[in-house]
């Protein structure tokens, strides 16, 4: 065991797991994502990361159903008037006019006039119930009876008898601060690579590794919207889609504008309002329904998290990532010629593209193979999403670099915001342990965290001015690191 293992296995104890992804192909026999798969190592691996094949496959079978076990489901609760235990996520609907609590399983298409939640079991379980928009755990479903003997009839419906956190845990973001100043900085982006199953040893050059770990940056940083082209085969679906419970990926098809804000006909908020992060995935192959539409209400998002429909208003805290791939031929070229072409016209419009705050280069990153796949012990990943995602909510890391970053006269607003943006996200991925500006080296600051985010910001400059003579010639803000005593 390497010392940078012993002082993971020391310092975070119960939240590393042993992954095996590359000599073993069982959870990706099983299709889980990430996060389940931690989850269950946690629950049934010894200390040495070894487990029972047999009993952990009964526990799936038995309480992880996949969406075409729905209806089989639905008639031993409602036909056959059975308890069923299941693991997936819940969401919460409290009517305002009758006070009734109802919920609904958004995997399995499970609706709020199909359900209810009493009161009785309300008392019990609203604390954890009520902890986010949705949340995973361990739910128990049965079936109240219609009721005919009174005026007007009562419905029969699927009720929730108990609930148990998927996270039963304390999520101790101080304590993760605290530690990260245990580690250098080449041994915490091994640790983070670890963390979402990548083996940092199968890397060949540190750009590689941070360019990787860039994808991470709207998991732990509000509304960071975001580019990324790539080779097929690169893992992007992988990431952004079977990492973390707090993201949502779209492959291709239709997108609309009430699929993603808000549904005038059903009066529900859409996928921004219910996760962190949003990725269009093979984005050239998605259509959307009303172009002219799609493009407005992203433009009025992205720029302000504010989102209006008809008569309603609302907003979201989502960031929005596209994603899709790249020929050889531009990849070659580094950003330098046109690479927005081939995306679905809502995107070709400047002022839409400059409200994506950065471009990453996925040609970067190597294409997957098996010396890539985690293979060792590393932070499980439900514990390490669920830090990011509480780090969100920290403004402390924002007033670090409104500190640290000298923004010359004159700057670009959006410039200023999108840097700014994304500077704190790497500050708070790769830095969590600085709480005030002292706290961090500036040329470290400077490297990992400004200048990466000034690269990623002089991609999109660089495309506006290839779209739009308005753009051209204008170069990024000359941000620098101030000298703090």
Known sequence: MDETTRKLRNYFDEMVVYKDLKNSNFFSAL?????????????????????????LTEFVKKYIPKKN??????????????????????????????????????????????????????????????????????????????????????????????????????????????????FDIKEWIDILLGAVDYNAAGYSTPEEKLTMLTRLLPFVEKRLNLIELAPKGTGKSYLFGRVSRYGWLSSGGVMSRAKMFYDISKRTEGLVSGNDFITLDEVQTISFTDVDEMRAALKGYLESGVFTVGNYEGTASSGVILCGNISKETMDNDGTTDMFRELPAVFHESALIERFHGFIKGWNIPRMNDDLKISGWALNSEYFCSILHELRDDTTYRSIVDTLVIVPAGADTRDTEAVKRITTAYLKLLFPNVRKPEDIDSRDFNRYCLRRACNMRATIKMQLGIMDSEYRGKDIPAFKVAEIN
Not at 41 to 48: G, I, V, W, Y
Not at 115 to 130: A, N, P, R, S
Not at 133 to 154: A, C, F, K, N, Q
């Open 31 to 55: 299709s889980l994502p990430s996060f389940t798969r931690d989850w269950l190592l946690r629950k049934f691996a010894d200390e040495e990361g070894h487990f029972d094949n047999e009993q």
């Open 69 to 182: 076990d729905w209806t089989a489901i639905k008639s031993r609760i409602v036909k056959d008037n059975e308890h069923v235990r299941m693991l997936a996520k819940i969401s919460i609907e409290v009517d305002i006019r009758s006070g009734q609590v109802s919920f609904t399983l958004p995997d399995f298409g499970l609706s709020t006039k199909e359900t209810i939640i009493e009161d009785d079991v309300w008392f019990d379980y609203k604390e954890q119930l009520i902890s986010g928009h949705e949340v995973w755990g361990m739910i128990e479903l049965g079936y109240r009876l219609p009721d005919d003997s009174v005026t007007p009839h009562i419905p029969g419906k699927i009720r929730l008898i108990s609930f148990r956190n998927f996270c039963p845990y304390e999520i101790d973001t101080e304590y993760y601060k605290t530690v990260r100043s245990k």
